[in-house]
Nanobody, 124 residues
Framework: QAQLVESGGGLVQAGGSLRLSCAAS????????MGWFRQAPGKERSFVAA????????RYGDSVKGRFAISRDNAKSTVYLQMNSLRPEDTAVYYC?????????????????WGQGTQVTVSS
């Protein structure tokens, strides 16, 4: 059974920072690529960032480049999303996801394991 568990969401003022964590276990820990997605009310789920377990290569969505950083701790099977300079438009439920392929894909349908999500709210 693949399992991804997110934590670290919360309420923060604009300009502040949060760090999200995603612990992978079971079959999810054998996936090659980990990603973060987000979904705001009334909007589609969208790509935030992805990282390779093997070489640490990363990819970011345009709206978060330079502000967010994805990293991983292979020993803990945990992926992090450091979010800085947060804006009200970053408010969303953030989901951790995993895929078996070796490419840093951005499509929701290309990930086959998902966490339950964690709420991030940025106040103005």
């Amino acid at each position: 059974q693949a399992q991804l568990v997110e934590s670290g969401g919360g309420l923060v003022q604009a300009g502040g920072s949060l760090r999200l964590s995603c612990a992978a276990s079971g079959r999810a820990s054998n996936k090659y690529i980990m990603g973060w997605f987000r979904q705001a009310p009334g909007k589609e789920r969208s790509f935030v960032a992805a990282i390779s377990w093997s070489d640490g290569s990363t990819r970011y969505g345009d709206s978060v480049k330079g502000r967010f950083a994805i990293s991983r701790d292979n020993a803990k099977s945990t992926v992090y999303l450091q979010m800085n300079s947060l804006r009200p438009e970053d408010t969303a439920v953030y989901y951790c996801a995993a895929r078996s392929g070796t490419f840093l894909r951005v499509g929701v349908y290309e990930y086959d394991s998902w966490g339950q999500g964690t709420q991030v709210t940025v106040s103005s």
